[in-house]
T-cell receptor
């Protein structure tokens, strides 16, 4: 059974600080990794994807991938109250199927 | 910016009834998906669809479920005989290739 694991949180971070979200996955053959943001009662919104080992930056967001450790992370710099949401790590497990983690709830305190 | 749209936003139905959930994927996308999320639980893959046929389906997607692309724009999920445990948010997603998937706003299905 292919799994994606995340700490459910809540993770509380002061406004302006860096939020660090982590994810591990079980299938060593996975090649594509995604971070989605989900506000309460809303649909998942794709914010980052990464396919290669290392870092990928997009604005205030940096995704980090370490395939040897089967570890993906998301850093959010200069955290804003609007970043408060559940962050879903997702891994493409086959040609078309994405497996989601249960999400980490992030709370940015003013 | 193009978006995936879904109708209705909320559907209430009685156990045993058939429901059809509708989606309009992003216009130049070729791959279509249905996911569901039971309240408080993970987003779960149901089915993927490409070139007018199912590419992959999960164990959840049994004979009670079917998908169809009846015309050039709509993509539908049908549940033939709903059960209480089918109550969930159903999300449609689409992608241009088989990589980044973009989700619609969802349909909340309540089975009573």
């Amino acid at each position: 059974q292919k799994e994606v694991e995340q700490n459910s949180g809540p993770l509380s971070v002061p406004e302006g600080a860096i939020a660090s979200l982590n994810c591990t996955y079980s299938d060593r053959g996975s090649q594509s990794f995604f971070w989605y943001r989900q506000y309460s009662g809303k649909s998942p919104e794709l914010i980052m994807f990464i396919y290669s080992n290392g870092d990928k930056e997009d604005g205030r967001f940096t995704a980090q991938l370490n395939k040897a450790s089967q570890y993906v992370s998301l850093l959010i710099r200069d955290s804003q109250p609007s970043d408060s949401a559940t962050y879903l790590c997702a891994v493409r497990s086959s040609a078309s199927k994405i497996i989601f983690g249960s999400g980490t709830r992030l709370s940015i305190r003013p | 910016e193009p978006e995936v749209t879904q109708t209705p936003s909320h559907q209430v139905t009685q156990m045993g009834q058939e429901v059809i959930l509708r989606c309009v994927p992003i216009s130049n996308h070729l791959y279509f998906y249905w996911y569901r999320q039971i309240l408080g639980q993970k987003v779960e893959f149901l089915v993927s669809f490409y070139n007018n046929e199912i590419s992959e389906k999960s164990e959840i997607f049994d004979d009670q479920f079917s998908v169809e692309r009846p015309d050039g724009s709509n993509f539908t999920l049908k549940i033939r005989s709903t059960k209480l445990e089918d109550s969930a948010m159903y999300f449609c997603a689409s992608s241009a290739d088989s990589y980044e998937q973009y989700f619609g706003p969802g349909t909340r299905l309540t089975v009573t």
